[in-house]
Every structure is written in C-alpha cells, then in structure tokens.
C-alpha cells in the first residue's frame, strides 16, 4: 500500500465523526451518500470506497451477469470486457513497432 500524507487534520466530534475534505472525495470519486468500507490494519483504519461483490472494474456497471476472470481478481461487465480487450490490443499493436 503506497500510504502518502495529506498534511491534513481532523478531530473527531463527539459522535465520533470525522470529515474527509472535499478535495479527497473529489479525487477519490466519493459522492454524498457513497458507502465506505472500513478496514483496520495494525494501528491504522483504511476507509475504501465500497463496491458491490459484482461490479465490473471497467464501467462501475452492478450485473449477476458480469464475469469473473483471473481467479475472481477481475469483474467484469461485457462491455467493460469489450473495452479492456480493445486496449489491450491498441496497446500491444503500438508496442509491436
């Protein structure tokens, strides 16, 4: 995990409440009403924007139709699918020359 500091600061409220800057969220793609996954490694709590078991990697589209691919590493919708292949191939027919 590639951890930076922010130089940021937040005291937490008496709810036990902390605000992430909107600089943050902005960067990270987190909107109002987002839900965050809250993970605790040693001494540190990791918040990761969650996704749903079935949300293709490329196009964010929800599906029990998606695929899975790599060992379940890798979820992809078909036309997230169709968009990786067609980089995939871009990229390596540039690389040939």
Partial sequence: M???STGIVRKVDE???VVIPIEL???LGIAEKD???IYVDDE???LKKYKPNMTCQI???ISDDNATFAEGKL???REGAEKLI???RTRFETNKA
């Fill in 2 to 4: 590639n951890m930076k």
């Fill in 15 to 17: 709810l036990g409440r």
């Fill in 25 to 27: 969220r902005r960067t």
């Fill in 35 to 37: 839900a965050l996954e």
């Fill in 44 to 46: 540190k709590i990791i």
């Fill in 59 to 61: 196009t964010g589209e």
């Fill in 75 to 77: 979820i992809l919708s």
């Fill in 86 to 88: 067609e980089e995939i």
